[in-house]
């Protein structure tokens, strides 16, 4: 038996450039990622979207704005943990990055991703959600370098896949 945390996890678009910010501390510290981190009680998923990319890189988004990409989840050799990321992507949003006191924002150009500094399962997905796919991926690690197995389907639709989900 898991305990499910929920989380959030934002990339925002520019033409051929993703914007990924270099993680200062706490989980996932000195990797690169989009924005993200849990929701809290008295938010919803959406809002929990919006503030945590504006804590972490002070880019504001609307969160009618914010499209539902993917759902991920990572479980744990011998941790009775699961984290439920909903990942969101835009190209419509507001303000220029700056440093905050979690995440070093930057560009990217698409074709030159720093996965070398990235969880090992970027690299695994990150091709669906540049292909503008819908999908939802499963990771079971060891450790947090090493993945046991994984899945990752494609979806018609991230509405029908929480819609029919047991
Ligand atoms: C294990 O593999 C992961 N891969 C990827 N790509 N992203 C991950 C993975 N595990 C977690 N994440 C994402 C999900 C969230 O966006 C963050 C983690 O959020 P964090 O723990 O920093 O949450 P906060 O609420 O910001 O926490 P603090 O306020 O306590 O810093 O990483």
């Known amino acids: 038996m898991s305990l ?24 996932g510290m000195n990797k690169w990622n989009g924005f993200g981190g849990k929701v809290e009680p008295n938010e919803t998923i959406v809002e929990a979207a919006v503030r945590e990319l504006s804590e972490e890189s002070t880019m504001s988004v609307k969160p009618s704005d914010l499209i539902n990409i993917a ?51 970027d690299e695994l997905w990150f091709p669906y959600m540049l292909e503008g796919k819908k999908f939802v991926g499963k990771f079971h690690y060891k450790g947090f370098d090493t993945i046991l197995h994984h899945t990752i389907e494609e979806q018609e639709s991230m509405e029908a896949f929480y819609a029919n989900r047991k």
């Open 4 to 27: 499910t945390k929920l989380f959030t996890l934002v990339f925002l678009r520019k033409e051929d450039e993703i914007l990924l910010g270099f993680k200062k501390r706490g989980f």
């Open 71 to 121: 759902h991920l989840e990572f479980t744990f050799h011998d941790e009775p943990v699961l984290m439920d990321v909903r990942v969101f992507a835009t190209n419509t949003f507001e303000g220029t990055p700056k440093e905050t006191e979690e995440m070093t924002p930057k560009w990217f150009n698409i074709k030159e991703l720093p996965f070398s500094n990235m969880w090992p399962d």
